[in-house]
């Protein structure tokens, strides 16, 4: 069995061989006592992987992962057995009959340069009792004289929900016709950014903001989920050198956009784009066609190495007037793990993206991720998704962006909010703010606000 991979970033031998208390653990290495170095001989990829905060009721949203085996050295060496080392709940289990090249049943032969898949799951099912970060490790042992267990680190969190987040992520300004009111596209998360589903009016309160501390109060008339409003989406994908010189961070990247398509509803349509130190359309036009985007994203772009962050967000927020998007409600994905390299002034270009997103009320989700990313570019990247109604995501590793895109594809597709209302002054400046307050299971009050700038409406 051979498995192409590219290797993970987050290579900690040193914190394996310590978690599993064995000499010689690791991904292969070590030194005899000669001082030389043995051959490498077997590896498991990802050698450490932490599967993020999974929140109460989100149980099944808990994404497995591939974990490769392969056979780094130059000699045939028999898999013994693969195991999980888990904690007193469970919260790992192993199949070793999963991903793209299963290992199947051991004790198995694993020839130089072949490889072999399994599957780890963070099973929160087991644990609504107990909260908490868990740990486990995956071990590989092998009849490799020099290094006879390897394995990879194992971490995941289950939380209770401790709070919401509410976002503003559209306001159209333009009366229904019927009844004669105005509509919000609003977001309710939880701490981990997995939406709060299943609220009614009973939870929102909705005021106009004015200048200075005056407010109007406003009539909801209707609360419901997104259900079959559709939705017209521009990813921004990273290729700047820091992406491209690690595949495994462009196959997460790439496996992560797709799964946004695979989710979209027969009437959305989407855009992709992606950029370097250049912005490059992969798509003529928006469209519903899930396989011209699919292969949009899975086609490489002719770009160099540097980042072009904010010119292409602009660009993405652009192509809904030119590139034929179809629906009022709209959203940005704009993914980098690092710093623009194009740009002179970097707050003037956040400030200017932010105008542009501002002035067509279209929201820009923006995912952080990698270890290049920097605080700096973190605070950039939440402030750019704070002032367009959209949200911040940076997953604990480039291996997690599936997760995210998961989260991504539940609240847009499914579970933001769509509010009916009315009573607008129409004075210029206003806001329009939300407040939600519910009590939770446990009998604790969770409340949170957001608002956003009230456009002139557009429509003739």
């Known amino acids: ?16 061989a310590a978690s599993i208390g064995l000499i010689g653990c690791g991904g292969g290495g070590g030194s005899g006592g000669s001082g030389n170095t043995p051959e490498t001989g077997i590896t498991v990829i990802p050698e450490r992987f932490d599967f993020g905060t999974i929140t109460e009721g989100n149980e099944d949203q808990a994404l497995p992962r591939q974990f490769i085996i392969r056979n780094e050295g130059t000699t045939s060496y028999n898999i013994e057995d693969i195991r999980v080392r888990r904690d007193n709940f469970d919260a790992f289990f192993l199949d070793r009959s999963g991903g793209s090249a299963p290992c ?3 004790p198995f032969d694993l020839a130089p340069g072949d490889s072999c898949t399994v599957v780890v799951e963070f099973k929160t099912q087991h644990l609504p009792l107990h909260v908490g970060k868990f740990d486990g490790l995956l071990i590989a042992e092998s009849d490799n004289p020099n290094i006879r267990t390897v394995g990879s680190t194992l971490a995941g969190t289950y939380e209770p929900i401790k709070s919401i987040n509410v976002t503003v992520n559209q306001v159209n300004d333009c009366a229904l016709p019927a009844p004669q009111a105005f509509q919000a596209f609003v977001s309710v998360t939880d701490q981990a950014k997995f939406p709060i589903s299943h609220l009614n009016e009973s939870h929102f309160t909705l005021v106009e903001l004015e200048s200075g501390p005056a407010s109007n109060p ?19 994908m990273d290729y700047s050198g820091s992406i491209t010189d690690f595949p495994d961070a462009v196959d997460n990247m ?18 992709i784009i992606k950029y370097a130190d250049d912005v490059q359309a992969m798509t003529t036009e928006f469209t519903s066609d899930k396989d011209i985007l699919k292969a949009a994203i899975n086609n490489p772009p002719a770009l160099d190495r540097d980042t072009a962050f904010y010119d292409a967000t602009v ?11 179809t629906h009022d409600r709209k959203a940005v994905i704009a ?3 690092g710093e623009d390299t194009i740009v002179d002034d970097t707050e003037a270009a956040l400030a200017d993206a932010i105008a542009q997103a501002l002035g067509a009320d279209i929201p820009v989700f923006t995912i952080g991720f990698g270890e290049f990313l920097q605080e700096a570019q973190e605070d950039e990247l939440q402030r750019l998704a704070d002032g367009t109604g959209g949200l911040f995501y940076q997953p604990t590793s480039d291996a997690n962006l599936q997760q995210v895109f998961q989260q991504l594809a539940s609240l847009l597709f499914k579970y933001q909010y769509v509010i009916d209302f009315d009573g607008l002054s129409g004075k210029e400046g206003s806001s329009l703010g939300v407040t939600v307050e519910y009590v939770d299971k446990y009998g604790e009050t969770l409340k949170a606000d957001g608002d956003k700038t009230i456009q002139a409406c557009s429509v003739p």
Request: proline letters at 1%; glycine letters at 8%.
């Open 1 to 16: 069995m051979t498995l192409e991979y590219g290797k993970s970033r987050l290579l900690v031998p040193a914190l394996l």
């Open 315 to 325: 660009e993405a927020i652009q192509r809904f007037d030119t590139a034929n998007s």
């Open 254 to 271: 790439e496996a992560g956009a797709t799964s946004l398509v695979n989710a979209m509803k027969d009437n959305d349509d989407a855009d």
């Open 104 to 106: 199947g049943t051991r």
């Open 218 to 236: 406003l009539d909801v008339i209707d609360v419901g989920q997104v259900g079959d409003i559709n939705l017209s989406l521009s990813i921004a």
């Open 335 to 337: 993914l980098t793990d």
